[in-house]
């Protein structure tokens, strides 16, 4: 077999779509080769490379200023910590707004350079053309409704989308006209659970919720939340932390600080020594001058000592 073969193990794009109404799917985001390992080791099905990389790893206070060039790096990291898991690219702010050949090119950029399956982008009927012209161009998409942390100063604050009885229903026409443009999935962000139980029921493309409630196709939690590895702030009630990896962590370099400086760190196992016997030859070694003694070939200094992998 090639092995420019895909992996049988990868999901696909036709088996998260079959995965409609069956099996719950499981999204995770992660921003990089070790982020991506860790989830596609627990057997999540999808990897969202999230434009919430400028929160949560670029220190941003919202995902608007993060870069088609950014995305594309930590895409890449992203993916090559896979096997199993779909990764799908998030389009950053105005990678895809200001013409469809732009729109194009920006989402090829996710499959060519990063080896992304799939893309994602926010929005609703205002991007149904570019949401097709994307899938006629062969890149699955997945779409974004809700609250769309891009446009949040239009929304007004991270809020709850939905609410009144007339706002749910532009959120159903909205998510119909995205699977008629053929996105394969479809996001729901911080939407009443009523509202995201029609879209659901109305859809034959699977929902992934996040502050959807319980009956989406799917769930989708940002890393860093899920973990517990982000220090302070707000955590929203939609948050779920399995972990408190960042105290942990905090913990961890503490005990390295201590144990540094008070002699524990490195003890005799961290530590390398000289092959027997030349530890005794290193006075007489030091008593003489190699400048000159290796200029003149009677002195040749050895290879140092491989110290393994770090
Ligand atoms: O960028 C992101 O993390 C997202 C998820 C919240 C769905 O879009």
Redesign the pocket.
């Known amino acids: 077999m090639s092995s420019h073969a895909p992996s049988s193990k990868r999901q696909t794009v036709p088996g998260v779509r079959k995965r409609k109404g069956g099996k719950r799917l499981t999204m995770v ?1 992660a921003y990089g080769y070790d982020h991506a390992r860790l989830v596609d080791a627990a057997g999540v099905d999808l990897i ?1 490379v ?3 990389v400028a929160n949560v790893c670029l220190g941003h206070d919202s ?1 608007v200023p993060v870069t088609m060039d950014q995305m594309i790096h930590h895409a890449a990291a992203a993916r090559r910590g896979t096997e199993r898991a779909l990764v799908v690219g ?1 389009m950053p702010f105005l990678s895809y707004t200001v013409s469809v050949p732009d729109a194009i090119r920006n989402a090829g950029r996710f499959l060519k350079e990063a080896s992304c399956d799939a893309v ?1 982008l926010e929005g609703g009927k205002e991007v149904e053309e570019t949401v097709a012209a994307i899938v006629r161009a062969g890149i699955p998409v997945m779409g ?1 409704l809700g609250l769309t ?1 891009q446009t949040v100063s239009m929304l007004g604050g991270y809020r709850v989308q939905g609410r009144s009885a007339l706002q749910a229903r532009s959120i159903v026409d909205a998510a119909l006209a995205l699977e008629e443009a053929g996105a394969f999935a479809l ?1 729901l ?1 911080c939407v009443p659970l009523d509202v995201a139980r029609e879209v659901t029921d109305r859809l034959e493309i699977p929902t992934i919720g ?1 502050g959807a409630g319980p009956h989406c196709d799917g769930q ?1 939690l ?1 890393f860093h939340d899920l973990l517990g590895l982000g220090r302070g702030g707000h955590t929203p009630r939609f948050v779920k932390r399995y972990a408190e990896l960042g105290d942990l962590a905090v913990r961890a370099l503490e005990a390295f600080v201590a144990e540094v400086q008070g002699g524990g760190f490195p003890g005799p196992e961290h530590t390398f020594h000289m092959t027997e016997g030349e530890e005794e030859k290193l006075p007489g070694a030091l008593s003489v001058s190699t400048r000159g003694a290796v200029a003149d070939g009677l002195v040749t200094l050895s290879p140092d000592e491989d110290p393994g992998p770090a």
Do not use: C, M, N, Q
Request: charged share 25%; net charge negative.
């Open positions: 985001t969202l999230g434009d919430s995902t998030d994602k974004h942390p996001v962000e996040i989708v940002v």
